[in-house]
């Protein structure tokens, strides 16, 4: 079975925590700072595989978690960065941001890599915020966190060969026949809720792969059953054989099907009114086959269509069938891939805040107060300061003067509240 969707979370690793910590060494009572700054934590990296062929792989863990960078040590010893995580993808995997909708990579080819989340810087070292005033600093940085955003897989499904027609035709049984494929085969419709694929492989050393597209039925550009899931598929095919019950045991018209299955493809996508098409008039060993056939060859052939009589149960026709596919795919080029518009530009960090009221409560929120205060150790005057002057330096001491806040006041960053002082 094809799995060519797949719905996954990534969250890149942390940074590792810069740390506070003094010199002592004999005969050196109180050395200087000598805290290390902290590894950067591990990104998260999509990189394809030739050998995979689906999403299979994303089934069932949807949630990857990338390693935090080691915490900084003392002799101003940096700590490790964490090993990228890799997840190996097959080609011709689209990755979509869940929340823009946007393609953000397409990978294609083999070795290609892209990085969809990066790990968190490390936090810096007390030894780093030494200055001529401030020889002793007891505070240190934090690491950043690493992205984390939801995003969506999507195989381009890679088939030379697509078979179409009604559910209940025979397509998955010619599928299994002609390659290693084993779909499942019933006799009921819509057995085939998703796209089996498989490779042909003839005598003559030639090879193609193809694809069972799940039945096709009136109304399926408007997104009838799985019309547009299943639509989606036959676009990436350049010939398709349409497979058709000949034998008419159902009470359908094979000639009518061939038209309401045609009709639903031109009105998803005009170009695939003129893909080529090889028509398959199965079940030729049951009873009216034969003279449905002859009406079916003469009125298509008319038409510039080649038919050719086959019984997929019993392994009759399908060589010829599919030796004339393998001579029409030499003469069809195969189409470009096409280009995805947007690459992925990470977002420059958001430094924008916002303060309001509730009662008595000035709130400050926003992405930028959220990296300063994982800087600040609040139990150390020093790192107070660093952080009194951080929110002078980005305006937030003004504007909450002019807001009218009074000393004593309280102000709430998240889940941290502390007093106001001038």
Known sequence: MLVDVA???????????????????????????????????????????????????????????????????????????????????????????INTGKAIADLTEDGEKFVVAKGGR???????????????????????????????????????????????????????????????????????????????????????????????????????????????????????VHVLDVSGVEGRDPIEDFRTINSELKQFNEKLSIRRQIVAANKMDLPDAEENFIKLKDKLTAEGYEVFPICAAIDEGLKEVFYRVNELLKEIPKEEEPIVEEELVYEAKDDSWNIRREGEIFVIEGDVIKRVIRKVNFDDTESLQYFQRAMNKLGISGKLEKMGIQEGDTVQIYDIEFEYVR
């Open 122 to 240: 490390g936090g810096r070292g007390n030894a780093r915020f030494t200055t001529s005033t401030r020889q002793i600093p007891r505070f240190a940085e934090q690491g950043e966190d690493g992205e984390e955003r939801e995003i969506l897989l999507e195989l381009k499904l890679i088939a030379d060969v697509g078979l179409i027609g009604y559910p209940n035709v025979g397509k998955s049984t010619i599928l299994s026949i002609m390659t290693s494929a084993k779909p499942k085969i019933a006799d009921y419709h819509f057995t085939t809720l998703e796209p089996n694929l498989g490779v042909v492989m003839l005598d003559d050393g030639a090879s193609f792969v193809l694809a069972d597209i799940p039945g096709l039925i009136e109304g399926a550009h408007e997104g009838a059953g799985l019309g547009h899931q299943f639509l989606r598929h036959v676009e990436r095919t350049r010939v398709l």
């Open 7 to 97: 719905r996954i979370k990534v969250k890149a690793g942390k940074g590792g925590n810069g740390i506070v910590s003094f010199r002592r060494e004999k005969y050196i009572a109180a050395g200087g700072p000598d805290g290390g700054d902290g590894g950067k934590g591990a990104d998260i990296i999509f990189r394809v595989d030739q050998s995979m062929s689906t999403l299979m792989d994303f089934r069932y863990k949807k949630s990857y978690n990338a390693k935090p960078g080691e915490n900084g040590g003392p002799s101003n010893r940096t700590g490790r960065g964490a090993e990228d995580l890799v997840i190996k993808v097959p080609p011709g995997t689209i990755i979509k941001d």
